[in-house]
Structure formats: C-alpha cells, structure tokens
C-alpha cells in the first residue's frame, strides 16, 4: 500500500478552501467525495477521512506561522445545508483496528492543535454551522471556542456514533461536552442517544452551541462575532509570516533522511533508530536573523521533521515497536537556541516555535511505541533534547567512554528555560515533574543542579536517567532491553505505557487520549461493532445488527 | 451456572484467617487450592478468583463494624514463601470477557475499600510480605498504606502480567506505582517487564516497598510497624461493634426481595426495576438507640441490601442492562436519618455507616449499566436517597399526579448534610457538583434551594431531573427511553456512560476505573491475549504464543 503522506500545501487541498479577510481566515469544508485517502468509499455529505484531516492539520500549521494578522479562524461549510457528516463510516468499514486506532489518535491531536491556538496563539477558532453537522463534525466544531449554529428548523448538532454505529465519538466529543461546555451528563447522555441530535432553542439551552442565528442575520452575525474574537487577540496586527517550503526528505527502505533528523530501520529488532541533530553552526540569537531564517531556522526545521517522522513510523511502520532516540553535535548550539526562545520569548513567531515543539513532543508521548533513548559519547540531550530523554520509557546513558573511542563521555544538562515548564505535557506537567511526581525530594534535588553537566552515573543517581552502564555492560544491557521489546505483546506494552507515562494530574486532553481512547479502542475491537452480525460491517446493508446482549 | 453469592461470614471462609489481638488484626492468605468458584482450575500458591475476593470483602467490612478496637490490619500470608500469586491464570483463561471485566471491577473496589478504611476510618492496613508477591497480589499490597517485604534474598515484588500473560495489571498496580507510591516511571516500565520481580535494597530505592526486614527480626519488626501505625488511630480503645447477621432475601427467577430493597426483572425490556423504602417508622435520633439497632438500623440495613443486590445483578444478571431506581415511603424519615447521621458525624459507628453509603453509591456509578431514575408520587428522592437519582444517567420526574391517584406530587429535596460532600463520587466531588460541572451558575441556584421541596418542573427548570412529563407523556417518554436503551449496543452504552458519569477533576481512584481499567479491557479483548494462539490460551501449554506484532 502506499504510505501516507503528510505533507501538503494549500495549493494541493482538495477539501478545504481558504479565505483569507485581515484578521479573519475562514476555512471551509469541501469534502472532494472522490478525494479520499483509499478506494471504496466516497466522501459524500463533507465526510471524512485521514485526507481531510492531513489538510486541516497543514492548514492550522500554516495559518499560524504565514499569517500573524489572522486572530479568528472561522471554520464552517462550502456546502449549504450540511456542515459535516463526521468520519466516513464506509471508510471505517474497510479499515484495519490499528489504522481506526492511529486516525482517531491524528485526528484528536489537531483538533487539540487548534484549541491550542486559540488559548496560546492568539488566534481563536470559532465554528459557524451552517448545516447539520453530525459526530466527528460536531466534534470539531466542539475543539473551538465559540459555537455558532444557524437557527433554520433544520441545521442540528448530534452525536449519532451510539444510536448509528454502536461505537463511541472517537475525538473528544463525549468528554468535551462534560468538561469543556459544561453540557449535564444526564442532557449529554440523552443527546448522544438521539441519532437527529438538537436544534435551536435546545441546542442552545442545554449549552451545545453558543448562539443560534437566523438565516437572514447569519453572514453579518457570523462575521461580527469573528471581529469580536479577533479584537481580544496579541498576535500582530500586520506582519511578515514564515512559510513552509515542502521538507526535504528522503524515505527509503530502511532509511529515512531528512536534515536533522534522520531513521534506520532495523526490522530484525523491530526498532527504529532516530537521530536528532544538533544546529551544525552557532544559531543566531537576534529576531531579525531568526525570522530571515524562517522554516531553516533550527529549532522550527527540527520540529517539522522529528513530526513529519512520528506521523510516518506511526502510520507507515507499525510493526516497529521500539523508537530508539539519540542525539548528536554541539550541545552548546542547542543551549544557544534555548537562550535564544528564553530571550524572546514573548515574540509571536518564537512563541509558534516552542508551542510547535510542545505539541512534536507531545505527539512523542502519545505514540503508541516503546521509547527508549540512548545517551552516548557526541550526543547532545540538553536544553530541548534532553526532552525526547524525558519522554522515553527508559533512557540508557553511557558512564565513561566507548573503547576507542576519544570523544568524551556523554553529559546531559537540563535547563531552567527548556525543562521546567516551557513543554508540557498532556497532563500540564513537566516532564520533569511527571518524572518525579510524589517524590518531591528527588525532584528538589534535580532542580538543585539545573544548568549543570551530568555524567552518567550523576543523572542516574539523580533520577534522570533509568540505567548507566559503562562500556563493559552497554552493549549486552541496551540489546536485552531492545529485543525483549520486541518479544513482548504489542498490545499489553501500548496499555502499560499509556497507563505509565501519565502520572499526576488529569487534563481534558490527557482525558480524551487516555480514557476516551481506550474506551473507544475497545468498543472498536467487540463483536457489537466489528463482528460478522455488528454495526460497521452491516451498516448500509440493510440488516439490523444482532447484538451480544452482554454488560461487561 | 448457579448464581454468584456475595454473602459470608468468618466461619464459612476457606481462604484467610482472622486473627484478632487488641488493636491489631492479621489477615492471612491461606487460600484453599479446591475451593475456587468454578470447577476447573486450582488455586495454587495463594492465587485467587472471586471466591478469595469475596471472603475479603466480607472480612474488611466486618472489620470496620465489628471491631472498633482493631487500629490496625495486617495483610500477610499464612504460607512461608508464598505471598501471593496473584489471580489464578487458569480461571482466567475459562472466564468470559464480561466476568474477567466484572471481577477486576470487584477486586478493585475491595482494595480501594481498604484504602478508604486505611484513609478515614482509623483503620490502616499494612502488608507484611513474607514470601513471593507477585501480580495481583502486590496489587493487593499496593492498597495497604505501608509495605514490608521479608529480605530472604528470595522473596520479591513483581507484576508479570506483561511478560507472562500479555495483559497489565488489572487491579490499580499501574498507577499506584506511579501516582500513590511516586515510583519514577522508568523504573516502573522496568520493573513491569521482569518477570521475576525485584528484591531487597532495590525494591526499597525503587519505593516498591518501605521496609525491608530480614527474616530473623520479622515477627518484632512487623509487630512494631502494626504497633505504630495503630497508635495514631481515632478509633476507639475498646466498645461494641455491630455483628452482621445473614440478610434476609429471596431470590426468585425475576425477583429478588430484601426487606429494604426489591428488584423485579423485566427479561423483555432487560431492565431491574429496584425499589429502595425508606424506614416505615421514625428512625432513632439517639446513639444508644442506633447501636441497639445495629445492623437493622436504616441507613445499614438499605446500604448492605442494595449493595447485595448491585452485586447480584452486576455478576449474576449481565443481559438485564438497565436499572431503574425507584424510591418508596415517607421522605420526613429519610430525613431524619440524615439529621441523625450529621448529628453523629463523630462517632465511629455512624462515620462507618456513611462511609459504607458512600462506597455503596459509588458501586451504582461504576456499574456498567444504564441507570435511570423513575421519580413518582409516593417517593422520598430527599437526602441521601436523593443521591440515587443523581447517580442516575437520566431522571425522569412526574409533574403533578397521576390520573385516579389521590397521593401527592412527588417532590425532591436535596439536603445540605448529605447531598453536599458526604458522599463523594471517585473524582472527588458530590454528584451535585460533578452534575454541575462546569456550569457554576445552575449550580448556585440549585444550592439556593436546599432543604426546599421540589416540583417536577421546578427540578426540571433547575436541572435537578433530566424531564419532568406529566401524566399525559409519563407512560410514552419512559417506555421508549427504555426501550431504546435495551436496543443499544451495550458496549457502546458501557463506553459513553463511563465518560459521561465522571465530569471533573480525576483521581487515583477514577483514574484505575476508567483509564487503566478501559485499556485493560481492550487488551483482554485482543487476539494477542485472547486469541487461538494468544497468551491466555497457550499458557501452561509449553507452545509460545504468536503475537501480531502491530502496534495499535
């Protein structure tokens, strides 16, 4: 099969169209029935599949880094009449649990994506529904601010994956109503039994919107509440925005190269080995050279890749089990870029790089692999990288050198700006702090030497690194560890790291990833829903689906 | 397949042993290899199924009510090596998916039933771990308040499921390790892929237990630790507990009668219509009186009957999907109860009685099943038994009476003393607040009125009840509402329930009931585990089991 892509450009968008007004951007559904992703389905009534959400996912992207003076982005419908019929359940049919599992997983980051854009960017999202607008389409809707429904006697919110499908809403909806809206659970429960949803007035009441407008009030209304949002905004009025050349990438059999990140292969061991690299010259510290950079300037061009690969191996590699992270070059230029983020901090388009940088790290966290770094002679896990240490599972860190080898041993340094806060993770927690979460005294004894180097056997008497081995025992250790991964259940090992990586708080979103999901993994693996006699596979045909009649 | 009991009494137990010694009690695991629930496997190495379970859950209850002078409670085992082995992987295999899931539901609410008496009852339970504790069995250990483990070089912690079985932990150990006891999460991702388990210094640094004490000072050591943690206790010295006689009920095909509570099934509809009647005399308001009662007195009474019966119909009823909750007699009794119970709050006796009203209400939110409350005239929906309905996923009151029904409207009422905290739902909050979240204003107005009686529609406007029809509809509404829950999917009900019921903040707690618990059930549904050639089937077979090695 041909693997997924997730690069694209405006210019390529077959389901979206965006309008560009000053501080307003609208991006409307225009689902291409015959642009799906696979054959054997069509997209009909702006339903979708991972193609549509692989646009809205660059669309958000670019609306953030080319166009400072976008405040309000509008999402609503090309069509009249149907805002969005959700995900494609002919699609949903076809597809592999793994591939159902990962989409609802891509798919919920960037509705995550465009909440974070309206609470950190400045740049709000509001929905103007102009049509019925039904599941994952209501769902999205759900991930902005500010709900709008067209009051016509017709144009509904509904949820109808229950009543439908026997499945769940797989991308936030259920928990977003709760816990976002404020909906009652007893009123939620009710609407998410009703396969034609709410109109108006109850839509309203039971606060599943946020206004209702008349047909003959809707552009004017739709477009004064989007000034409105726009006006709240500390994004620049004007300004010149970065834009995204296509990345430079080569993917071969085994190999993946792009300019600072690079991946092997190693299909015996089912693991993949990813580099990151460190800025190979002093990276500049003023804005002007940094915005005259633009995509190339380090930090951004290192998190575009590091993503673009994480949504590879994900979708394209799923048998790779275990990503081995490392790091290499000059830890000094990953400090300078850290110094230079720390100084500007409150610049629109350096705020877009860290906010960048969290939401690759996040998508880190939630991937569904083992993570385990492996901290050498060369490499550089400080400041920002150390963070892909922290995100690990596990982290091996040489003590001393490798036999013939003259590089000095490795250090790790974290930093006051990098590690303590500046990427949180889905828990709202450092991953500093989730380390050391109900272990207040390790975690004061680590903030004690932040700015330090640490050898190995300093960072793991410290907590910061699981094992280090010297020279004698690396090899054996790291092998066993990496191919005892590979032998274990692939199932039992994403459940025991979801359940492990967490620890501390809950969020709305480490809720929809960590329990949502998981409930909707479940229900997509039973017999009511996936059986010869179950909803998605008799769906369309006519038969009514049999259920098993059993509680668990 | 006879019915599943949850009744016993200490003399009828075949798997522990009650010493009691002042303020000390011990609880040793002694499990019986042929007394297991089903035919079929033996319980070897003090591994467990439910039938462990049970006599457990029966002794920490009789515990707290009985023995006001026991501070402490020592969990240990009654072999030399063995601890514990944790769930018997032979009743595993036999068992269906909806029981594997009923009973780590059931083992989870006995250990957090220990935590809550180690918590506020002034009854701390410690594990004194003197022998091999592996899986659920330093799960179990995991719900004491303070671990010693014998230091033998033999004996040690472990949590195997992943390397063994394929599945996690299925009884909370995942997150305790990480969110109770603040194991760093590598090592937690270490130590829950070594089969073996880790011993001595180690599982002392890694926080896996608290002490470590070698086997010749074990007896002193442990009496001492008890000793201690007994000497903090706000329980009394010495007094009478309360002895629970056997409850009186009846079973029948489609009734089931307790004196309190009644339950007649519907198989066509695969609905339990639950009856719970307040005291049919004033109540006492006195202590003397209340002890005198004992467990006939109201509030214990209805709690250990309902309890029973959620039990009963959880594990011996899965196809009756939807419970409807009626309550019945006069609500100024129930309400004096709750003035008895506030005016008493202090007394040991009475703290017990709420605690266990809270566990009990807290089974209703965890029951994978629809649970509607039907609010008529006649009813005393006030108080305490007010939070039946707000525990109920929809409430449907009737405004006014019925044709040819002289009684009253039915009212409700919420109460200050027992609606506003006492009795707090698994993420923390009172099911008034978790009703609310997020929507402060309708939860301010809603507590203007406490103490008010209240109308059908006068609930309704204030959100207290989802509908409030009037005789006209009643018969229409309430029928097809259930009807059409007994033609959902009941996995897709379990799932949407789950996330609905527990809007809010997130706790230990709700986090092993709906996180790790969800992902649990997903793997226990996968091929990996379950499948011809998964773990579950091939273990004790010498064949290795083939994994598909997709990551999901």
């Given at each position: 099969m041909t693997a997924i892509d997730f690069q694209t450009t405006p210019e390529q968008y077959r389901h979206w169209q965006l309008k560009l007004d000053g501080a307003v951007a609208t991006l409307a559904?225009?689902?291409?029935?015959?642009?799906?992703?696979?054959?054997?389905?069509?997209?009909?009534?702006?339903?979708?599949?991972?193609?549509?959400?692989?646009?809205?996912?660059?669309?958000?992207?670019?609306?953030?880094?080319?166009?400072?003076?976008?405040?309000?982005?509008?999402?609503?419908?090309?069509?009249?009449?149907?805002?969005?019929?959700?995900?494609?359940?002919?699609?949903?049919?076809?597809?592999?649990?793994?591939?159902?599992?990962?989409?609802?997983?891509?798919?919920?980051?960037?509705?995550?994506?465009?909440?974070?854009?309206?609470?950190?960017?400045?740049?709000?999202?509001?929905?103007?529904?102009?049509?019925?607008?039904?599941?994952?389409?209501?769902?999205?809707?759900?991930?902005?601010?500010?709900?709008?429904?067209?009051?016509?006697?017709?144009?509904?919110?509904?949820?109808?994956?229950?009543?439908?499908?026997?499945?769940?809403?797989?991308?936030?909806?259920?928990?977003?109503?709760?816990?976002?809206?404020?909906?009652?659970?007893?009123?939620?429960?009710?609407?998410?039994?009703?396969?034609?949803?709410?109109?108006?007035?109850?839509?309203?009441?039971?606060?599943?919107?946020?206004?209702?407008?008349?047909?003959?009030?809707?552009?004017?209304?739709?477009?004064?509440?989007?000034?409105?949002?726009?006006?709240?905004?500390?994004?620049?009025?004007?300004?010149?925005?970065?834009?995204?050349?296509?990345?430079?990438?080569?993917?071969?059999?085994?190999?993946?190269?792009?300019?600072?990140?690079?991946?092997?292969?190693?299909?015996?061991l089912r693991a993949a080995h990813i580099t990151v690299r460190a800025p190979a010259s002093a990276p500049p510290s003023d804005l002007a050279t940094i915005y005259n950079e633009g995509a190339a300037y380090w930090p951004l061009a290192m998190a575009r890749e590091l993503e673009d690969l994480i949504l590879h191996l994900r979708f394209n590699e799923s048998e790779i089990g275990t990503w081995l992270m490392r790091t290499e070059g000059a830890a000094e230029f990953v400090t300078a870029v850290d110094t230079a983020l720390a100084a500007h901090a409150n610049d629109w388009l350096i705020r877009e790089i860290t906010l960048y940088i969290k939401r690759t790290l996040k998508r880190l966290d939630l991937s569904a692999r083992s993570i385990f770094a492996l901290i050498e002679p060369g490499s550089c896990f400080t400041g920002t990288l150390l963070e892909l240490a922290l995100a690990a599972d596990r982290s091996y860190m040489l003590d001393g050198a490798f036999e013939d080898d003259n590089r000095a041993p490795a250090t790790i340094c974290m930093s006051a700006t990098a590690n303590n806060g500046l990427y949180p993770m889905a828990n709202g927690l450092s991953r500093l702090h989730s380390r050391f979460n109900g272990d207040n005294m390790a975690l004061a004894a680590a903030e004690e030497v932040i700015d330090d180097e640490l050898t190995g056997l300093e960072a793991e008497e410290l907590g910061l690194v699981t094992f280090a081995p010297d020279d004698i025992d690396w090899e054996d250790e790291t092998r066993i560890a990496i191919e005892q991964r590979a032998a274990f259940s692939p199932d039992a090992l994403t459940g025991m790291e979801a359940s492990l990586r967490f620890a501390g708080p809950e969020t709305m979103e480490s809720k929809i990833f960590s329990r949502l999901s998981a409930w909707q993994n479940w229900i997509f693996q039973r017999p009511n829903a996936v059986g010869a006699e179950g909803t998605l596979k008799l769906y369309g045909s006519g038969k009514r689906p049999q259920f098993d009649k059993e509680r668990a």
């Open positions: 559904l225009a689902v291409d029935p015959s642009g799906g992703l696979r054959p054997g389905y069509e997209l009909k009534l702006n339903s979708y599949d991972l193609s549509v959400d692989i646009e809205l996912n660059d669309a958000i992207q670019r609306l953030r880094f080319a166009h400072p003076e976008v405040h309000t982005v509008i999402l609503t419908s090309a069509h009249e009449q149907v805002f969005c019929a959700g995900a494609n359940i002919g699609m949903l049919q076809g597809a592999s649990h793994a591939h159902k599992v990962n989409f609802c997983k891509f798919t919920n980051e960037t509705r995550l994506a465009l909440e974070d854009a309206s609470a950190h960017s400045g740049q709000k999202y509001m929905c103007a529904i102009n049509g019925a607008c039904a599941g994952g389409g209501y769902e999205l809707a759900l991930a902005t601010e500010h709900l709008v429904l067209i009051d016509d006697g017709a144009a509904s919110v509904s949820l109808p994956e229950l009543p439908l499908l026997a499945v769940l809403p797989g991308t936030g909806g259920l928990t977003r109503l709760v816990d976002k809206r404020g909906v009652r659970r007893d009123r939620a429960d009710f609407f998410c039994t009703v396969e034609e949803g709410v109109r108006g007035k109850r839509a309203l009441k039971w606060r599943l919107v946020d206004a209702i407008v008349p047909r003959s009030k809707w552009q004017d209304e739709v477009a004064a509440r989007a000034a409105q949002l726009a006006a709240d905004s500390d994004r620049p009025a004007q300004g010149t925005g970065i834009d995204f050349p296509p990345l430079e990438r080569q993917i071969g059999e085994n190999q993946i190269d792009y300019g600072l990140v690079n991946c092997t292969i190693d299909r015996t």
